[in-house]
């Protein structure tokens, strides 16, 4: 392992998927080089003076109330296990066992996990659908309020913001539905760490607001995603009255590692102090280097950046379908010029930047587009391209997630009740998720998906889905 992660430092790399640092080169450039040389020193465990994540009172306290103050909130929560504990905890600690939980249709499968070790119901707010790109947008407060609406007895509303592509769904108005029939809004914010900074620091034109200024009561963020910390740290933000702190605190110390990594909370103080003391540099030179890029890319022929209402322009979404190019095809004509991304689905390639990023990478990733461009499109493979039909069966009726499980082949799930998730990509949408019933017209469509080669995720290497028993 330590070969290949070696080799590929020393390619020289261009970075655009997490983590937000981009390599030593920001910490080192923000005066952070001695902790880099000395961190596997400070490796340590709850010895005096190292404060207790559980029970903090020294210096673990301390690093969460930078946070408090930097994102303006009551409580501020380190994570150590990514944004999934945080998610699972809030979950946990606020949707009572075997009640329901109103949850966006396309929220990360630790939300999943999370009913399940609750026993919760699952009440699926449908996104909007982004045809042109066979993704999914925004929750509106209109799905929020009807889904409250026929299920008066959920005790909360989970919704991602951004999601993966960067698009928000409008947390003010959700926040004022929740709380108007006395429902506790979660916000996945694993995203959207950094946009409680664009617009505190002065660049926040044409960017969401972050869901803690938008009324939410708990939010996630994953901090190693788009800011200065290592992978698999966040924060959890608290302001709320209608949260217990305490039910909260007791259901993270369940969920994370009673052995938590030093490395990684110093890596989340190092990230505060830097927001902190250069915050002003840091996000304004991240800025300008995005809206050179798109500037930039805006004359290249053939390439298209995908837009949207709501968007949160650090997600750079590439389209080169134009020219024949799909964004599985994109992402290894850029590996191949020593540029890697975050994501693709059908059409489109991610890029997610982050507050290492620089105008330098933007460069020589503009160069790179430019010579692909250059070569010329693929004509026949562009006009398959638009041939392709990105229509998403209807979902099956929602049912309990099944607590028997049993894996049965594909053709034969008609009518069973989803255990998992199936997801084909494209378009990324899942078609399924826990608790519906598989229809005959999606198991139509996985099945010829598989056929042409397409990636369905929930579907094992023998053709079979995971369904109640």
Same mark, same amino acid.
């Given at each position: 392992?330590?070969?290949?992660?070696? =080799?590929?430092?020393?390619?020289?790399?261009?970075?655009?998927?997490?983590?937000?640092?981009?390599?030593?080169?920001?910490?080192?450039? !923000?005066?952070?080089?001695?902790?880099?040389?000395?961190?596997?020193?400070?490796?340590?465990?709850?010895?005096?003076?190292?404060?207790?994540?559980?029970?903090?009172?020294?210096?673990?306290?301390?690093? /969460?109330?930078?946070?408090?103050?930097?994102?303006?909130?009551?409580?501020? !929560?380190?994570?150590? *296990?990514?944004?999934?504990?945080?998610?699972? #905890?809030?979950?946990? +600690?606020?949707?009572?066992?075997?009640?329901?939980?109103?949850?966006?249709? *396309?929220?990360?499968?630790?939300?999943? *996990?999370?009913?399940?070790?609750?026993?919760?119901?699952?009440? !699926?707010?449908?996104?909007?659908?982004?045809?042109?790109?066979?993704?999914?947008? #925004?929750?509106?407060?209109?799905?929020?309020?009807?889904?409250?609406?026929?299920?008066?007895?959920?005790?909360?509303?989970?919704?991602?913001?951004?999601?993966?592509?960067?698009?928000?769904?409008?947390?003010?108005?959700?926040?004022?539905?929740?709380?108007?029939?006395?429902?506790?809004?979660?916000?996945?914010?694993?995203?959207? &760490?950094?946009?409680?900074?664009?617009?505190?620091?002065?660049?926040?034109?044409?960017?969401?607001?972050?869901?803690?200024?938008?009324?939410?009561?708990?939010?996630?963020?994953?901090?190693?995603?788009?800011?200065?910390?290592?992978? =698999?740290?966040?924060?959890?933000?608290?302001?709320?009255?209608?949260?217990?702190? !305490?039910?909260?605190?007791?259901?993270? =110390?369940?969920? /994370?590692?009673?052995?938590?990594?030093?490395?990684?909370?110093?890596?989340?103080?190092? %990230?505060?102090?830097?927001?902190?003391?250069? $915050?002003?540099?840091?996000? $304004?030179?991240?800025?300008? &280097?995005?809206?050179?890029?798109?500037?930039? +890319?805006?004359?290249?022929?053939?390439?298209?950046?995908?837009?949207?209402?709501?968007?949160?322009?650090?997600?750079? %979404?590439?389209?080169?379908?134009?020219?024949?190019?799909?964004?599985?095809?994109?992402? =290894?004509?850029?590996?191949?010029?020593?540029?890697?991304?975050?994501?693709?689905?059908?059409?489109?390639?991610?890029?997610?930047?982050?507050?290492?990023?620089?105008?330098?990478?933007?460069?020589?990733?503009?160069?790179?587009?430019?010579?692909?461009?250059?070569?010329?499109?693929?004509?026949?493979?562009?006009?398959?391209?638009?041939?392709?039909?990105?229509?998403?069966?209807? &979902?099956?009726?929602?049912?309990?997630?099944?607590?028997?499980?049993?894996?049965?082949?594909?053709?034969?799930?008609?009518?069973?009740?989803?255990?998992?998730?199936?997801?084909?990509?494209?378009?990324?949408?899942?078609?399924?998720?826990?608790?519906?019933?598989?229809?005959?017209?999606?198991?139509?469509?996985?099945?010829?998906?598989?056929?042409?080669?397409?990636?369905?995720?929930?579907? *094992?290497?023998?053709?079979?889905?995971?369904?109640?028993?």
């Amino acid at each position: 392992m330590r070969e290949f992660l070696l =080799q590929h430092a020393c390619k020289d790399p261009v970075s655009f998927h997490m983590p937000g640092h981009k390599g030593a080169a920001i910490f080192r450039k !923000y005066g952070y080089g001695e902790f880099l040389d000395n961190f596997v020193d400070c490796d340590v465990t709850e010895i005096p003076g190292a404060d207790n994540l559980f029970q903090a009172e020294g210096i673990i306290m301390e690093a /969460q109330k930078k946070y408090s103050r930097l994102y303006q909130v009551d409580h501020s !929560y380190l994570q150590i *296990n990514g944004t999934s504990g945080g998610l699972i #905890a809030s979950v946990l +600690a606020t949707v009572k066992p075997g009640r329901k939980l109103i949850m966006a249709r *396309n929220c990360h499968k630790s939300v999943f *996990n999370a009913l399940m070790l609750g026993g919760i119901q699952p009440v !699926y707010a449908q996104p909007e659908l982004i045809k042109e790109h066979g993704i999914m947008g #925004a929750v509106s407060p209109e799905e929020i309020e009807r889904c409250i609406r026929e299920n008066p007895d959920a005790d909360a509303v989970i919704l991602p913001s951004p999601n993966y592509y960067g698009i928000c769904s409008d947390i003010r108005k959700i926040a004022e539905v929740a709380h108007r029939a006395g429902k506790i809004l979660i916000v996945d914010q694993a995203h959207g &760490a950094h946009l409680k900074f664009f617009h505190q620091l002065g660049f926040g034109d044409g960017m969401p607001e972050a869901a803690e200024d938008c009324g939410a009561d708990l939010v996630v963020n994953s901090i190693h995603k788009t800011l200065a910390s290592l992978t =698999q740290s966040a924060v959890l933000n608290l302001k709320s009255e209608l949260v217990d702190r !305490y039910v909260l605190e007791d259901k993270l =110390q369940a969920i /994370q590692s009673t052995s938590p990594s030093y490395i990684l909370m110093s890596f989340l103080d190092i %990230n505060a102090d830097l927001l902190a003391d250069h $915050g002003r540099e840091a996000i $304004g030179e991240w800025r300008a &280097a995005i809206d050179y890029f798109y500037e930039e +890319a805006a004359a290249i022929a053939g390439l298209k950046l995908m837009k949207a209402e709501n968007m949160d322009m650090t997600k750079i %979404n590439l389209d080169m379908g134009e020219l024949g190019i799909d964004g599985a095809g994109l992402e =290894q004509l850029l590996m191949e010029r020593g540029i890697f991304s975050e994501l693709y689905t059908g059409d489109i390639l991610m890029l997610m930047t982050g507050i290492g990023n620089t105008k330098a990478h933007m460069d020589r990733t503009l160069d790179a587009l430019r010579e692909i461009a250059e070569t010329g499109p693929d004509r026949e493979a562009a006009d398959e391209r638009r041939r392709r039909d990105y229509h998403v069966p209807e &979902a099956g009726k929602l049912r309990a997630v099944p607590e028997e499980k049993i894996f049965v082949p594909l053709d034969e799930a008609e009518g069973r009740v989803c255990a998992g998730s199936i997801i084909p990509y494209p378009p990324g949408i899942p078609f399924v998720c826990p608790g519906e019933e598989i229809t005959g017209d999606i198991i139509t469509y996985i099945s010829a998906l598989r056929r042409d080669g397409e990636k369905v995720i929930g579907v *094992n290497d023998k053709g079979c889905v995971l369904v109640g028993k």
